[in-house]
């Protein structure tokens, strides 16, 4: 006897080739559209920018976003200034958008903690072990709805990263209570060099919401416009006490892992070439071209305009001066135990000699 | 009048905080309506409400993630793990992100939770309800690891860890929640999180421990004042960081320490406190530190768990030994 | 567009009434009935004598199967000797039929190791804290596979634990690797204090095996021909290549959480008493009774028939020897490492006097 | 001739192993196709197929307890964690089952499982890659922890942690990985577990230590050499158990003592060995026994961790000190 039925949608509005696949949604209009493509180049520069820096022993090891930029694009577009971000480490788009400039970014991959100390009270840092984020997110949600806010939150985390019992546990009690979160998986097809199919049996990763008793969904998550019009809809939802949303973002990761990784060893060159055709900029450009208000020239005048302002962030991130090694125990506790005293005294005598 | 136990003590200083704090929740499995197992949120989620003092679904990780992701909001959330042997799940939370929050955003945003969890042995429990890892704790930078061993000292180091801006592990001798009742008043008084208390002064040696093994070290303390030793007694207490300079004070003067605790002996919080002497007071020493502790073995099941923990005789034993040696 | 669809199925063969919803599969005749109708008493009456033992201080703190019995009654005869059990806590019936006699089952919760050392060389012992023996019965499984052996492994877990990370990525790992397990959840209403409906947001357990791309069902844990059914499909379907199943099994806990436990605190008489309306015992006995196998004099005799044995195991309990105070080191390691020779001989010298 | 890094020495253990044991699995993430982040597992997958040496699933609990439920069956899992620091989801299975299995069956059901994790800063990573917290382990009863820092000592050791019918944990130095190498014959021959190696003889004092700082402790020793000072040096390579014999067999001789760690100085396993000398040597101790350590802080980002990881210049300063301490 069938005793319960769920099933799972997919949504999209711009097709791979450009056209529409149905209307656009009412609050993304050409501005706006043009805004994020904006946005997206400007992501791209950066990354291309970021790699460098690491290759010429400026960086540190440094996880591009290259093919993912519509997911972070679209999150930092769709919320408000109150809600609050949870991010994973693929998410420059949105930590830009809500305060934190690129050389605070390159501050982060560059090894300086203060790089996570950027102009915003409440977003979370960069969280580099895997989906914790997921269950801290749930926590901030549980503050804002003890408080009766309207706000959200919105956590992300790669389609890798959904295999942790995190994951699942920030899932569980965000149902359980009806909380103000949207997960968004960046499902880019790897884990470092672990496929998805290797990563979980499921048809979709939009599912494993089921196992906890609220929506889940897939987005083409090449499709700014789609992903902008999800996104914002869970939001909304969430801000009305409609609880958590899991969105599955589907795009394709077309840069290594990190700056440490080589994908050619383990994915081929015609898997990465498909991936080319539908990324998310050259689907956004052919939309605008076909609607006539893109050309070549613009398109020139926009990558120059973006070279231009990441130069610029480069430039501050290069000239940020070195922080005193007492930076290493400042920040530990409100105020550093008077029982460990001397070993502030031995890292004054000693730190600064070691400096490379 | 207020004559509690420690277990009591605890459920007071909840409720004073939730009194006049509402940024203070209080949460973890079965908190609620039933009160915890051992009854340290009884009354409150009924006092308070719901959504103040709630049950959790059951999932240790979770309930640290909430921790923080409500004190990064300003909250002051306690959470409880049921026992400390079930707080591993949650380590990966407490050491990677609640430990870290305030370093890692360079003070921008803040972790002022408390983790509470019954540990230790001595009441029947079944497996895995006996732990005593304080050590796993007390060696991660960015926290703090407070253990009472008094109803006063539970009231007042428990305020004064909510009100903490950092986070703190807030560790409950289970074996003693009951044991003595203390006039304990319900002002609202903090007590230091970073002072050891020197709970009898003596000349001959210095008794270190914390948690419930101070009743057996202040047992052995009768013991040998019986016999004309003279043994100074310090509750440790705050075991990260640790009151250094307490227990200098004390060796400085009397020369000879035994150190008790219940934990496996390897890497426990003792050896910490003995390495620091001997950086310290090396010449001050009179006899070699010894250290009465829980054997490098899994706390047995209870029809072993007395010949484990730290019983008065050993300690005699050891002090008298330390005493003798010459 | 909808682009998948997922069902759950419930399961029942056995009404409260005693009368059949569709007729008995064919591996279940009346003498494998009877035998499984006398294990669920001798293990009522188990329960009754270990929460007795515990009031005059002769045990520790004990869970009680009561309404739960027909859980592991069916896992027990449908697992064959060589497949394996990870169980929880809960699980007496299961572990009696393969070859834990009852008085190592009180030696364990009497508080001696020695409980777990029973005549079973590869089925776990049980597993207190939640859910870590789903993980680690994945890998027991993945054992078999990589052996290419056909056996399967049974594992346990309360409705509660399932909303531990670790149930979450057991179920994973045996979906991508497709691994001969089934997973049981003994559905008892409560987590101690904690109700189902406040555990998780899902209509049903049993769906949780969407997030893991494999089947999972209801059955009705009160009904041990059901039990025994889907049990034995399901560890077929393993043994055969097909991989995990989910079952929840819906039943109620009628004792306390554990002797330490007063459910008076959380939950209404009423509840109580419904749920004795279709708890498994009675139900098979008014099926036997239509079938005029069974009367009021075969019931008495079976009874006291069950009295015995149990007197007899409590007898062997109670008159088991002390270990020695170096078990406590002894089996720590193949061999206790030398650089630790000295605390053994502490251990010697003052662990008899603690005796209590 | 193989003339090999610490690394390759890692992958020729588990070649050897894997060649002639069918029992041996390897796996965790990653270490398939792409041979590990390190490339430890390189070719391997390739040589002895995908199901001896197979990715998982992205999670450290099932990981664990994989390995537990395969040891359990006699298989020897080889379970590698990414990074040390993404080992802590699996720190409830590996302290609560893996640590116990064989304690809690009295012998039943054993758990022959090895945990590798590489550990340690001194590489340019990111957060969450530099960890040095052995002393979690070291503390825990029923665990082994094993540090190799030479090529050769990698491979003895290694081969010795998979044969162990006990769980070890088996702590890879990353910063060291690709440092030297070492003629390290493929034979098949394990080292013993529970030995510490001394390095180097000496008369003046003893440098303790283990891991990466293996490498700055000798070339301190170098440096003190130049200058008349006799340094002895011990790699302690098994952190639990302790060769406390080899330690005080040096004390004896020495009388002075600088104890070398990357970790955390509280409750490091610095303290441990501190804490043993002055139980067992006291009297032979000439001066206080110095730790040079991390600080109690978390390990900073790469801009500063060679401010944190103790220094050659560090290392000698302690050793000065205690030798002209009197
Ligand atoms: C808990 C944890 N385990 C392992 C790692 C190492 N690691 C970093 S990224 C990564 C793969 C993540 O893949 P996915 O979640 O799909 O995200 P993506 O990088 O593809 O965006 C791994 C295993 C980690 N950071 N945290
Ligand atoms: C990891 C862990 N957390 C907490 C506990 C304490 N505890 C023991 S039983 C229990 C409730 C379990 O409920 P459920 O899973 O529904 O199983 P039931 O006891 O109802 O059969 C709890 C919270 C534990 N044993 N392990
Ligand atoms: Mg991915
Ligand atoms: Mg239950």
């Known amino acids: 006897m069938t005793i319960a039925t769920f099933t799972i949608d997919y949504h999209q509005y711009l ?36 790699i460098n820096l690491q290759r010429v022993g400026k960086l540190g090891t440094y996880p591009g976003n290259i093919g993912q930029e519509a997911i972070g694009a679209a999150i930092g577009h769709a919320m408000q200034a109150d809600d609050v971000l ?33 102009n915003n009270a409440e977003d979370f840092p960069i969280c580099v072990p895997i989906a914790a984020q997921s269950v801290i997110a749930s926590g901030v949600a549980a503050a804002i709805k003890y408080r009766q806010q309207k706000r959200a939150v919105v956590t992300t985390i790669g389609e890798g990263g959904t295999s942790e019992g995190d994951f699942y546990e920030a899932m569980n009690v965000a149902g359980a209570w009806n909380l103000p979160v949207v997960f968004v998986v960046n499902n880019n097809q790897w884990a470092i060099s672990v496929p998805r199919s290797a990563q979980t049996q499921t048809q979709t990763i939009a599912q494993k919401a089921i196992a906890t008793g609220f929506s889940g969904e897939q987005v083409d998550g090449n499709d700014i416009i789609a992903l902008h019009e999800r996104i914002r809809m869970a939001l909304d939802k969430a801000r009305n006490g409609g609880g958590p949303t899991l969105i599955e973002a589907i795009t394709y990761r077309l840069c290594d892992h990190t700056t440490a990784d080589d994908a050619n060893r383990y994915r081929s060159k015609e898997e990465l070439d498909m991936a080319w055709q539908v990324e998310p900029l050259v689907r956004l450009r052919a939309y605008f071209t076909a609607q006539t208000v893109w050309d070549d020239s613009k398109e020139e005048a926009l990558l120059l305009e973006c070279r231009k302002e990441i130069d610029k ?7 940020i001066k070195p922080a005193p090694v007492t930076d290493i125990v400042d920040y530990m506790y409100a105020k550093w135990p008077e029982s460990l005293k001397d070993q502030r005294e031995t890292l004054l005598q000693f730190g600064d000699s070691h400096h490379d | ?21 509402e940024n203070v929740l209080v949460f973890g499995e079965d908190v609620g309506l039933n009160g915890g197992v051992f009854r340290a949120t009884d009354g409150l989620q009924k006092r308070f409400g719901a959504n103040r003092v709630m049950d959790t679904p059951l999932a240790e ?52 939770a408390v983790f509470r969890m019954p540990f230790g042995g001595g009441i029947h429990a079944p497996e895995h309800h006996s732990e005593s890892t304080e050590a796993l704790y007390a060696h991660i930078p960015g926290l703090q690891v407070v ?86 007694i310090i509750d440790i207490a705050s075991i990260k960081p640790l009151d250094t300079e307490t227990i200098l004070c004390s060796l400085n003067k009397t020369g000879r320490c035994v150190i008790v605790h219940e934990a496996a002996k390897s890497g426990g919080v003792g050896a910490e406190i003995a390495a620091q002497i001997g950086e310290k007071a090396l010449f001050s020493l009179l006899a070699p530190i010894q250290r009465v502790t829980g054997y490098d073995s899994t706390m047995p099941y209870f029809k072993l768990e007395h010949s484990y923990i730290p019983s008065v005789a050993r300690i005699v034993h050891a002090a008298k030994s330390t005493v003798g040696f010459s």
């Open chain 2, 147 to 232: 253990i009472p061993s008094s109803p006063a000292r539970a009231y007042g180091l428990l305020l004064a860890a909510i009100r903490s801006p950092d986070p703190v592990i807030f560790l409950e001798p289970k074996r003693i929640y009951r044991l003595v009742k203390q006039d304990v008043p319900d002002n609202g008084v903090a007590l230091p999180l970073e002072k050891a208390f020197v709970l009898r002064e003596g000349s001959d040696l210095t008794l270190i421990s914390w948690g419930a093994s101070m009743h057996e070290t202040q047992q052995a303390a009768e013991v040998l004042a019986e016999e004309g030793i003279s043994a100074e």
């Open chain 2, 1 to 21: 009048m207020t004559n509690i136990t420690l277990l009591e003590a605890v459920t007071q200083a909840l409720a004073y905080e939730l009194a006049h704090d």
């Open chain 1, 313 to 319: 962030e480069v430039d501050i991130y290069l000239n």
């Open chain 1, 15 to 50: 097709k791979p080739d450009g056209t529409l696949s149905q209307p656009l949604p009412k609050d993304l209009d050409h501005n706006a559209l043009l805004k994020l493509y904006r946005l997206m180049h400007l992501l791209r520069v950066f990354d291309g920018r970021a």
């Open chain 1, 86 to 118: 949870v991010p994973y480490y693929r998410d420059c788009a949105a930590q830009y958008q809500r305060g934190a400039p690129f050389h605070k970014i390159l501050q982060y991959w560059g090894g300086d903690e203060r790089g996570s100390d950027f």
């Open chain 2, 61 to 112: 990780s979770m309930i640290a993630g909430l921790a923080i992701g409500m004190a990064a909001q300003g909250l002051k959330p306690v959470a409880e793990f049921q026992f400390m042997g079930f707080s591993y799940p949650a380590l990966d939370n407490i050491l990677n992100h609640a430990a870290r929050l305030r370093n890692r955003t360079r003070g921008r945003l803040q972790c002022p």
